[in-house]
């Protein structure tokens, strides 16, 4: 889904989910589900021209117009399209490490949240507006009730959350990963990592929707949890991996392209020699160039 899709020619970790990166379906559902409100909205638009307008209709076409252009939008950004490949060599307290960049956390969610809720009390308005004609008291209940939870939705999105920066990234050092999530930042030694797990996470029941996607996970698990900063490490064992989890990414938190940065991550992990070149030209001639062959990867996919 989105800027997902690999270019490079590199095996598919056997956990994740290739459909999630490359399903049409994603962006084609929701584009034909689109159409009907698209039809009625036309529909109303063209009512308004030829019979007149009531007080109320303008605000519901202001709330039934923003839904459709989302709908588009959403398929439009859910079409399949390669991923960004993009890595630097930096130097971060004193020293060189090759920076995978992510994306920081938004807003996002919260803006929709109250988006939702202005539309609800404009919705409500708007009801309460075409009631006057009629049933006053039926209005007044509407209003009220899509009033209120409009207001604790708009509540909801600005309250008070985590302060986060405005970068985010992976450092591979020759000493150690560093990952920098835009919230907090997690310092595990290559020698303490037991393992890299790519699972996939299914729709939850809320969204089990065609369209909406799963996401496939890559976790770093180490094998002491005196390593982390934390009193609650959870604990991973499965076929493949045991250890215990250090950090969880979900594949929309890649800047740049996934399969890649799984394969880096293997690929040092596994290569202790060559960890020296981290922070160099070779490092990032490598990463750009897919060169990971022997990463241990090829037969984890095949397995």
Not at 190 to 214: E, N, Y
Not at 226 to 243: C, E, I, K, M, S
């Given at each position: 889904m989105g800027r997902y899709r690999s270019a490079f020619p590199l095996p598919f970790p056997r956990g994740w989910d290739i459909d999630t990166f490359e399903g049409i379906r994603f962006a084609l559902i929701p584009a034909v589900v689109g159409l009907l409100p698209t039809v009625v909205l036309i529909g109303w638009l063209i009512g308004l021209g030829t019979s007149g307008a009531q007080p109320g209709d303008y605000p519901m076409v202001?709330?039934?117009?923003?839904?459709?252009?989302?709908?588009?939008?959403?398929?439009?950004?859910?079409?399949?399209?390669y991923a960004d490949v993009y890595v630097e060599a930096v130097t971060r307290d004193g020293e060189s490490a090759l920076s995978i960049p992510l994306r920081p956390p938004t807003r996002t969610a919260a803006i929709a949240t109250g988006t939702v809720g202005a539309l609800l009390i404009i919705g409500g308005a708007a009801i309460l507006v075409r009631s006057f004609g009629s049933d006053p008291s039926a209005g007044f209940l509407w209003f009220a009730g899509l009033g209120m939870a409009g207001l604790v939705l708009v509540v909801v999105a600005i309250a008070p959350t985590t302060t986060?920066?405005?970068?985010?990234?992976?450092?591979?050092?020759?000493?150690?990963?560093?990952?920098?999530?835009?919230?907090?930042?997690?310092?595990?030694?290559?020698?303490?990592?037991?393992?890299?797990?790519?699972?996939?996470?299914?729709?939850?029941?809320?969204?089990?929707?065609?369209?909406?996607?799963?996401?496939n996970l890559l976790a770093v698990l180490v094998r002491?949890?005196?390593?982390?900063?934390?009193?609650?490490?959870?604990?991973?064992?499965?076929?493949?991996?045991?250890?215990?989890?250090?950090?969880?990414?979900?594949?929309?938190?890649?800047?740049?392209?996934?399969?890649?940065?799984?394969?880096?991550l293997m690929f040092y992990w596994r290569h202790p020699r060559l960890r020296a070149e981290l922070g160099t030209e070779a490092a990032m001639e490598r990463f750009l160039a897919g060169r990971f062959e022997n990463t241990g990867a090829a037969a984890e996919s095949e397995s």
């Open positions: 202001a709330i039934w117009a923003p839904i459709v252009i989302a709908g588009y939008v959403y398929a439009w950004r859910a079409w399949p399209r986060v920066r405005d970068t985010a990234e992976i450092l591979l050092t020759p000493a150690h990963l560093r990952i920098d999530d835009g919230e907090e930042t997690i310092v595990v030694d290559w020698d303490d990592i037991s393992g890299i797990r790519a699972s996939h996470q299914p729709r939850v029941t809320v969204t089990a929707l065609p369209m909406v996607p799963g996401a002491d949890p005196a390593v982390l900063d934390t009193d609650t490490v959870p604990v991973v064992d499965d076929r493949d991996h045991t250890g215990y989890l250090a950090y969880e990414f979900a594949h929309k938190q890649f800047a740049t392209d996934p399969l890649l940065t799984y394969h880096a």
